[in-house]
C-alpha cells in the first residue's frame, strides 16, 4: 500500500496570505495524485487532478505541482472560504489511499 | 448538475448487515465508475470500494473485503454498498463518489454522505 503523509498538520495563514501545502508519498505515483478541499460538515471537493489540473469551477489561485513522490499544492491568496482542511490522494495503485489532511486556519 | 444522494445509513449492532444506496442523476451514470469512501469521526478519507462503469471490475480496501460488496444497476442509476459482518470500527460517514473523467480513480463528484453507526 502506497501511504500519502501530508506536512505540516496544521498551517495557519492569514487572508491575503500564500499557502504552501506538501503531499509525499512512499514509492511513485507518477502524476496520479488529486487534491480535494472538505470544510466541516461537507462532503470533500475535487480541487486539482493529474498533479496539476484544476476541477471545473475551481479558481485559480489554486495550483498543484510535483512528480513521482513529492507534490505540492499551492494557494496564492488565501481568502476566507479557503480555510478548511485539504487531502491529497494517489490513484496509481491499489488500494487507493489519502493523506492525513492539513488543516488551515486563519492565523 | 451532478447529484449523488446516499440513503440507507443508520444504527446498527455489531455482526449486523446494512446496505447502502446511492441515486445519481445529472450525468449518464453508465459511463463512469462509481465508489465509496467513508470518514470516521474526526478522522481523514478512507476508500472503500469502487466499481467499474460495465461492472465487470471490482476493488476494495482490505478492511472491507470479504464483508462489503458493491454493486451497481445502471438501468436505476444507482450505486448500492452491502455491508455484511459490521463492525465497531465500520462506523463513518459513507460518500458515494463519481470516478473522473479521465481516470477511473480520483473522485469527481460527491454525495453528501450518510452516517452509519455500529454499536451494541
Known amino acids: 500500500e502506497i501511504v500519502m503523509t501530508q506536512s505540516p498538520a496544521t498551517l495557519s495563514v492569514s487572508p491575503g496570505e500564500r499557502a504552501t501545502l506538501s503531499c509525499r508519498a512512499s514509492?511513485?505515483?507518477?502524476?496520479?495524485l488529486a487534491w480535494y478541499q472538505q470544510k466541516p460538515g461537507q462532503a470533500p471537493r475535487l480541487l486539482i487532478y493529474?498533479?496539476?489540473t484544476r476541477a471545473t469551477g475551481i479558481p485559480g489561485r489554486f495550483s498543484g505541482s510535483g512528480s513521482g513522490t513529492e507534490f505540492t499544492l499551492t494557494i496564492s491568496s488565501l481568502q476566507s472560504e479557503d480555510f478548511a482542511v485539504y487531502y491529497c490522494?494517489?490513484?496509481?495503485?491499489?488500494?487507493?489511499?489519502f493523506g492525513g489532511g492539513t488543516k488551515v486556519e486563519i492565523k | 448538475q451532478v447529484q449523488l444522494v446516499e440513503s440507507g445509513g443508520g444504527v446498527v449492532q455489531p455482526g449486523r448487515s446494512l446496505r447502502l444506496s446511492c441515486a445519481a442523476s445529472?450525468?449518464?451514470?453508465?459511463?463512469?465508475?462509481m465508489h465509496w469512501v467513508r470518514q470516521a469521526p474526526g478522522k481523514g478519507l478512507e476508500w472503500v470500494a469502487v466499481?467499474?462503469?460495465?461492472?465487470?471490475?471490482?476493488q476494495y480496501a482490505d478492511s472491507v473485503r470479504g464483508r462489503f460488496t458493491i454493486s451497481r444497476d445502471n438501468s436505476k442509476n444507482t450505486l448500492y454498498q452491502q455491508m455484511d459482518s459490521l463492525r465497531v470500527e465500520d462506523t463513518a460517514v459513507y460518500f458515494c463518489?463519481?470516478?473522473?473523467?479521465?481516470?477511473?480513480?480520483?473522485?469527481?463528484?460527491w454525495g453528501q454522505g450518510i452516517l452509519v453507526t455500529v454499536s451494541s
Open positions: 463518489a463519481r470516478g473522473g473523467s479521465t481516470s477511473w480513480n480520483y473522485f469527481e463528484y
Open positions: 445529472g450525468f449518464t451514470f453508465s459511463n463512469y465508475a
Open positions: 466499481v467499474s462503469s460495465d461492472r465487470s471490475t471490482k
Open positions: 514509492q511513485s505515483v507518477s502524476s496520479n
Open positions: 493529474g498533479t496539476s
Open positions: 490522494q494517489q490513484y496509481n495503485n491499489w488500494p487507493l489511499t
